[in-house]
């Protein structure tokens, strides 16, 4: 092994990669796009649990490449990366939101990718010291493979179950080893030794800040773009361009609550400083919110004048009033740039809430929802 001290900080090359990296998060954000449709085609209880057992797994699956080119860097095998956008592409196309049949399908794909992922990072001849275990395969995939035998719904059951285990891996053991480091430093030492002449590498905070960025704004376009063709297909009356009005305008101002300011204070470079455990975790609540909110104003549109059902409305509000926590919460744990969850921006997001909870018409919900979004713009600090 060599020596940690020097080449757990040395800089790595990721400027060959970046148009592939691009291209592989825009099968992400279509990949989101899907299980956005998937829940609006059929919205009940049980689908929503479906959704986001494929969302997280979707966004597990972005996560694995993103920390396999962080760690590869100039070594990253382009093979690797066009297969697992294959795969991802394939998760997507059977999701069993659209076809119940294609399920194991989608459990083969997403098993695929973990693993030629997990052996792509053996590969590289180096190692993430503080690697959330995300590039390890192992028992974590063992639900996946169990749930091929399992009708549904209980495949659904081990596939959630997986997606726990996941998360309970990045919470748990990146949590102990800050909390722990004289353990975790023996714990290294011995790593160390067993991993030979590899190379010992921490996570590359700016290219990983920039990943999550770049899939961020990614899928706002990709909303954006859904918008575009819903106004295309339908007839033009004042109710509807009002609510495709609106709907643009929370899209705006999403993208000027993540993405306005100094770059080094924006909130997906600021979690791309912080543990994984925190970083990623807030990383994917955010896109979980847009999905919501995705889902709420399709509901909306479609419905301008009616009050759109109470649980499309709940994932409106929901949407809405978590990406507004989520951007404060990435601002204020960002050591560099501390800022506190101002009584203003929590106040904005119950508005959001509020949004999803009355039961009024898709405008006047998109309406109330954008300007909760512009007072929540006014009030966290950028």
Known sequence: MKDAATTADRERDHSGIEWLELFFDLMGAAAVAVFVDGLLTGADAANLGIFLVLFSTGWFAWTLVVMYVDL??????????????????VMAATSPLHFTGRANAFAIAFIALRLMIAAGARNTGRRLVNDPMLLQAGSVTAPWIVSLWVATPGKYWLWGLGV?????????RTGRRQRHPRVNDRRLRRRLRAWADNEAVTVDAEHLGERLGLVWLILLGTIASTLVLDAARSDWDPPFVATVLAGFAILLLMFVLGFSGPPALRPHNALGRRSPRIGLSIHLWTMLSIAFAAVGIGAAIAEPLDPVPLLLRALLGLGLGGYLLAVATARATDGAAATPLWPVTGAAAAACLAAGVLPVPGVAALAIGTLALAVGVVSVPR
């Open 72 to 89: 590869a860097a100039e070594r990253t095998a382009t093979r690797a990366v066009v297969l697992a956008m294959v795969l991802l592409g």
């Open 164 to 172: 726990l285990v996941d998360m309970g891996v990045l919470a748990i």
